[in-house]
T-cell receptor, first 112, second 112 residues
Framework: QQQVKQSPQSLIVQKGGISIINCAYE??????FPWYQQFPGKGPALLIA?????SEKKEGRFTISFNKSAKQFSLHIMDSQPGDSATYFCAARASGTYKYIFGTGTRLKVLA | ETGVTQTPRHLVMGMTNKKSLKCEQH?????MYWYKQSAKKPLELMFVYNFKEQTENNSVPSRFSPECPNSSHLFLHLHTLQPEDSALYLC???????????FGPGTRLTVL
């Protein structure tokens, strides 16, 4: 119940295409869902985050779609660029805790 | 630069060695985390400190010993490690009342 399941494990997208990464969870106590971007040799950096009271959040080319009833959320990267090539992690945190549960990561490669 | 620094960036040690990892943040945060990142596995939370008090110990073996002398510094003391402990060890910090964690670049540990 503490898991966050992420898919796909890897993704190859053409420049200008849409990259979509999906995550699913079981614990209904989760109330904060961030996405992190990690480049080689760097630590993860927060990209965008959402709370379950909204169904979508957009920041530039990055959008989170959230489906509370299905317990799923996804990251959409519009107009994908080679500079977006990185590993992306979804995560979830239960209300009132300090504990973040991470997905296994998706390695995205955007072809020029 | 995220404001969270980790030293050393790379460490090779034998199973009988004792070494320490250091994390430092000057962001005014009061919660600090140690994570283990292994290939194709989710980030594993190891320890959480809030205002220098340990609030989470995620069933970590005793060969890993954390120390948080103040809100700006976090150490991970290592002794008698196993080859399967080889991984990227990430430190993160945040303001207790806020959601966003800030990660350091990690220490790449290799246990021979």
């Amino acid at each position: 119940q503490q898991q966050v399941k992420q898919s796909p494990q890897s993704l190859i997208v053409q420049k200008g295409g849409i990259s979509i990464i999906n995550c699913a969870y079981e614990n209904t106590a989760f109330d904060y869902f961030p996405w992190y971007q990690q480049f080689p040799g760097k630590g993860p950096a927060l990209l965008i985050a959402i709370r379950p009271d909204v169904s979508e959040k957009k920041e530039g080319r990055f959008t989170i779609s959230f489906n509370k009833s299905a317990k799923q959320f996804s990251l959409h990267i519009m107009d994908s660029q080679p500079g977006d090539s990185a590993t992306y992690f979804c995560a979830a945190r239960a209300s009132g805790t300090y504990k973040y549960i991470f997905g296994t990561g998706t390695r995205l490669k955007v072809l020029a | 630069e995220t404001g969270v620094t980790q030293t050393p960036r790379h460490l090779v040690m034998g199973m009988t060695n004792k070494k320490s990892l250091k994390c430092e943040q000057h962001l005014g945060h009061n919660a600090m985390y140690w994570y283990k990142q292994s290939a194709k596995k989710p980030l594993e939370l190891m320890f959480v400190y809030n205002f220098k008090e340990q609030t989470e110990n995620n069933s970590v073996p005793s060969r890993f010993s954390p120390e948080c002398p103040n809100s700006s510094h976090l150490f991970l003391h290592l002794h008698t490690l196993q080859p399967e402990d080889s991984a990227l060890y990430l430190c993160a910090s945040k303001v207790t009342t806020k959601d966003t964690q800030y990660f350091g670049p990690g220490t790449r540990l290799t246990v021979l």
